[in-house]
T-cell receptor
Framework: DGGITQSPKYLFRKEGQNVTLSCEQN?????MYWYRQDPGQGLRLIYYSQIVNDFQKGDIAEGYSVSREKKESFPLTVTSAQKNPTAFYLC?????????????FGQGTRLTVV | AQSVTQLGSHVSVSEGALVLLRCNYSSSVPPYLFWYVQYPNQGLQLLLKYTTGATLVKGINGFEAEFKKSETSFHLTKPSAHMSDAAEYFCAVSETGGSYIPTFGRGTSLIVHP
């Protein structure tokens, strides 16, 4: 079945550590996105990529990094510079940014700093 | 710039009653509009979308929404609530002719009482 796979589902990080969240899609979608979700704040865009080897900062990119070496994969690294990383992280993709494309979402990764 | 306002962080209805979730948007160009549903600890699932054409849009699970340009609204309705409709609902907007990156509202939690 086609879809978006995020792993792991739960992740615990110690203070000062970098962690990487995986996002893989087999939908042949061009665009991929990372959102952060906090209670009562909706979804905030961290990074997005519309083509391979290119990505753009979203509204809250500080403390995060991404890569897009393959069309199928868009991993997110939460660095130690991110002061409050505990949140629910959602990866999404869409067929083409300009073709009325609704975003399809993965199941999310819940990151907790311990 | 685009933005979305969802009125009411929580809406409570009885089973069988009308569901009305409100969404107002701001966009400098004709928008694409979306409603998503999220169950606990899961990703977002597309309920319906408006792109062009008919302003009354029907989606899954008996939901529908009407695009009203004059009111800049895209309210979500369902004639009769079911217990399984209890979830978080997000309205989103993306601007045509731009980056098409969806911007999300803060979400409305639908509570259904027996």
């Amino acid at each position: 079945d086609g879809g978006i796979t995020q792993s792991p589902k739960y992740l615990f990080r110690k203070e000062g550590q970098n962690v990487t969240l995986s996002c893989e899609q087999n939908l042949n979608h061009d665009a991929m996105y990372w959102y952060r979700q906090d209670p009562g704040q909706g979804l905030r865009l961290i990074y997005y990529s519309q083509i391979v080897n290119d990505f753009q900062k979203g509204d809250i990119a500080e403390g995060y990094s991404v890569s897009r070496e393959k069309k199928e994969s868009f991993p997110l690294t939460v660095t130690s510079a991110q002061k409050n990383p505990t949140a629910f992280y959602l990866c999404a993709s869409s067929l083409k940014a300009d073709l009325q494309g609704a975003a399809f979402f993965g199941q999310g990764t819940r990151l907790t700093v311990v | 710039a685009q933005s979305v306002t969802q009125l009411g962080s929580h809406v409570s209805v009885s089973e069988g009653a009308l569901v009305l979730l409100r969404c107002n948007y701001s966009s400098s160009v004709p928008p694409y509009l979306f409603w998503y549903v999220q169950y606990p600890n899961q990703g977002l699932q597309l309920l319906l979308k408006y792109t062009t054409g008919a302003t009354l849009v029907k989606g899954i699970n008996g939901f529908e929404a009407e695009f009203k340009k004059s009111e800049t609204s895209f309210h979500l309705t369902k004639p009769s609530a079911h217990m399984s409709d209890a979830a978080e609902y997000f309205c989103a907007v993306s601007e045509t002719g731009g980056s098409y990156i969806p911007t999300f509202g803060r979400g409305t939690s639908l509570i259904v009482h027996p």
